[in-house]
């Protein structure tokens, strides 16, 4: 499997089963800024959704899946820690968040297909 750095998808699922090919440590905010570098290849569309939109659908699941939530900022990053309690909470939401967020993706891709 040949893995494209730009492609925010492939390199996501890459750093779960071996962040410290990227990470300098298994933190959330470590991920945070490696895909915030990401995101300046333009050349993937990818790149643009996903920075475009994953701010608003993480609000949105979160706040489907947690009592008393509200949106304390505009990234993303920011709101997962908010609600997590610890370091590995979060990136294991973060996953889950992210997982959720490409199967839709790959659902708008399909209907602009046809």
Known sequence: MRIEMGNIEEVVNLIEKRWGMFLLERKLDYLYQFLFGLSFNEEQ?????????????????????????????????????????NEEEELELFFAIFKEFMDYFHKIDKVYEI
């Open 45 to 85: 569309e990818i790149n643009t959704y996903f920075w475009n939109n994953f701010h608003d659908f993480s609000v949105n699941y979160i706040s489907q899946k947690r009592a008393n939530y509200s949106k304390s900022s505009d990234n993303w990053c920011y709101e997962i820690r908010n609600v997590c309690n």
